[in-house]
């Protein structure tokens, strides 16, 4: 039966950081059962290559070094693995442990735990259950985008990317190049801040409308990442959150409690309904018009205009 | 409490967890497996695949030992903790994922209104001394943000009430009835996706129910102690909105304009239609709530079916268009027909 993939990386991860002079690729094909019944020499190079990137996935510093023959050796010092001293009391420690649980990405959730189990190593404090410490509270952070992961290792390391996108109001997705900078979760979706390499300039995109795979591009960035990256910012103004104006409607007693809530002013009109100003960003007229007939646009025209056009194409049905 | 996401075995994932243990254990001789799977926050069946492992492994070069660990299935025992040095026994520096999921959770969670200050606190000094330990690792984790919304005030109140185990008093808006009604509610838990949420026993409708704390309008808590019915907490990993197979059908066309409403909705299929349209095929226990969305979706969309939906949207929008043709005042019309409540749809972050 083939050794399962975990003993052999174990082995190799004990090995290296066991030794304390550099061991050759022929010394640990020795060492390790799993290489001895690796078969040809191909096969155990390529799984020797994938074990030392899976072992530097986890964290694992392996240093190469070249010996007087020219062969080359592999150790995992200490100085270069050691966890520095840390310590964390109690409410610390359970906080940690909250945070740790809030990813619902696999590769995060397993990257969280990990991290809090090297901590739990060094000395970290086990007693309080963290829901306990906590209340009830019970933050989730949601990723359903395939999009996600290549993307934040594109951020994380720094890779241009290529992917198909479709914005909103297009029929069909165009392909976009970009330099990826940061990944921003808000309101419960995700989007990437980039520079968007045809475009010439800094772009947002939101995941959930990226289409197919996202392909890695091998150059290096072109333009410079900016210290701070504003994702919300321009979300929010997405979502008519700048209203920069102001509109005068009016509404049925009782009914459009949001309407009200954003209200800067409302009067009572005293027939049954009341006449309110509020903000007017982008995306008002499709709001209002959910409300139906308990809505009506006085001012300004534009406005009404184009609510009465959103109506007439419900109304033709 | 929420299920923990569902992983499959990941090798990396293991290998990680399980050079860590042995630091761990080595200190600890006769561990509990139950302690120490609360410790790593793993199932006792992990630990014990974890330690079936552990055995085959050890610094065997030049013929070292095994690590001869072995359990009862109450405790552990390394009987030669020797076998590995102190090289190999330290806990490890923090890979740069790890420390970038610990530390962008925790300035996320750090954010949350309703965490008690004290936690807080706690939290803010923690990430300042993980990030010390993790070095150049914690760099990239500036690449990864997430903000948790909330309202502050109706937080700290269902927040207390839960602790104090209380009953509570709310006005809640229906997006889908346009209404505020007045309900008791016995608070079970708060949850965030996005959205901050109490699910709690609703008094007025016996039965379990979800609310989105910024469609609270007013909250008091009361005297009366809580007193849910014990109930099984449901994963909601894969979302607040799960409807039922018997829910009925609603079947949506939309252009180009409207292929948000995939995005937004759950949805059984989203078939693709020509010039960039979708037909979307969605469950809802109650289709009236969505006349809203027919409303909405204007010109970029309409209702296929049912068919008594498609007539009350346009029904509802001629209505409309009659304060507009007869610009006197828009009052004593009968009311258009109103959905039931479902209180869980919000349209209105589309952006484009």
Do not use: E, I, K
């Given at each position: 039966m083939a050794i399962a993939k975990a003993e052999r990386l174990m082995n190799l991860a004990l090995c290296l950081l066991g030794t304390r002079r550099p061991l050759s690729k022929r010394e640990l094909r020795d060492s390790i059962e799993a290489y001895l019944e690796a078969g040809s020499d191909d096969s155990f190079n390529r799984m020797f290559e994938r074990d030392k990137d899976d072992l530097r996935e986890l964290g694992l510093v392996i240093e190469t070094v070249e010996n007087l023959d020219g062969e080359v050796g592999y150790r995992a010092g200490r100085d270069s693995n050691r966890l520095p001293p840390i310590t964390l009391d109690a409410e610390e420690a359970a906080a940690l442990g909250l945070a740790a649980k809030v990813w619902q990405q696999a590769r995060l959730a397993g990257a969280a735990s990990g991290a809090l189990q090297k901590l739990r190593a060094a000395g970290l404090p086990e007693d309080v259950d963290p829901y306990e410490a906590h209340g009830a509270l019970e933050p989730r952070i949601p990723v359903h985008e395939a999009a996600f992961e290549p993307l934040m290792l594109a951020c994380r390391d720094r890779r241009p990317v290529a992917f198909d996108y479709r914005k909103a109001t297009a029929a069909r997705p165009e392909p976009r190049q970009v330099e990826p900078w940061a990944l921003e979760c808000w309101r419960g979706h995700w989007y990437l801040a980039g520079w968007d390499r045809d475009r010439g300039a800094e772009r947002v995109f939101r995941l959930s409308r990226i289409t197919g795979k996202v392909r890695s591009r091998s150059a290096k960035f072109t333009a410079d990442v900016p210290d701070v990256v504003t994702v919300r910012e321009t979300v929010a103004s997405w979502a008519g959150e700048s209203a920069d104006r102001s509109a005068l409607i009016r509404l049925r007693a009782g009914a459009g409690y949001p309407l009200r809530a954003k209200a800067s002013q409302v009067r009572e009109l005293g027939d049954g309904w009341d006449e309110l100003e509020i903000p007017y960003g982008h995306g008002l007229d499709a709001w209002l018009v959910e409300f139906g007939p308990d809505v009506v646009v006085l001012e300004p025209a534009e406005l009404r205009a184009d609510v009465v056009d959103r109506l007439r194409a419900v109304a033709k049905g | 409490m929420a299920g923990k996401p569902a992983r499959p075995v990941n090798a990396i994932d293991q290998t990680r967890r399980m050079l860590s243990l042995v630091t761990y254990l080595r200190e600890r001789p006769g561990a509990r497996v139950g302690d120490v799977a609360r410790a790593f926050g793993i199932t006792e069946d992990e630990l014990v695949s974890d330690l079936d492992v552990?055995?085959?492994?050890?610094?065997?070069?030049?013929?070292g030992d095994l690590l001869d660990i072995d359990t009862d299935g109450e405790r552990i025992w390394w009987h030669n903790p020797a076998a590995l040095g102190e090289e190999a026994a330290e806990p490890l520096r923090l890979a740069a994922d790890e420390a970038t999921a610990l530390l962008v959770a925790a300035r996320a969670v750090s954010t949350l209104p309703g965490l008690r200050e004290s936690d807080r606190q706690a939290l803010l000094r923690a990430t300042a001394k993980v990030e010390t330990a993790a070095g150049e690792a914690?760099?990239?984790?500036?690449?990864l943000s997430v903000t948790f919304e909330s309202e502050g005030g109706v937080f700290a109140d269902v927040d207390r009430a839960i602790s104090e185990r209380r009953r509570l008093w709310i006005r809640y808006y229906s997006p889908a009835r346009d209404e505020v009604t007045e309900r008791e509610i016995d608070p079970i838990r708060l949850v965030s996706v996005g959205h901050t949420y109490v699910e709690a026993w609703c008094r007025r409708s016996e039965a379990r129910r979800t609310f989105r704390l910024d469609r609270v309008a007013e909250i008091r808590i009361l005297d009366e102690p809580a007193a849910p019915p014990e109930i099984e907490l449901r994963d909601l990993s894969e979302g607040l909105v799960q409807p039922a197979a018997e829910d009925p059908e609603v079947v949506v066309e939309v252009g180009p304009g409207g292929r948000w409403v995939a995005e937004y909705y759950p949805h059984d299929s989203a078939d693709e239609l020509p010039e960039g349209g979708l037909r979307i095929t969605l469950r809802t226990p109650d289709p009236a709530s969505l006349r809203r969305l027919a409303l909405r979706l204007g010109r970029d969309g309409r209702i296929v079916s049912p068919q008594d939906l498609a007539d009350s949207a346009r029904q509802a929008a001629q209505e409309a268009l009659a304060a507009y043709d007869a610009?006197?005042?828009?009052?004593?019309r009968a009311s258009g027909a109103h959905g039931v409540e479902d209180g869980l749809y919000d349209r209105r972050e589309q952006g484009r």
């Open positions: - | 552990l055995p085959m492994c050890g610094t065997s070069f030049r013929g914690a760099g990239a984790s500036a690449r610009p006197q005042v828009p009052g004593s």
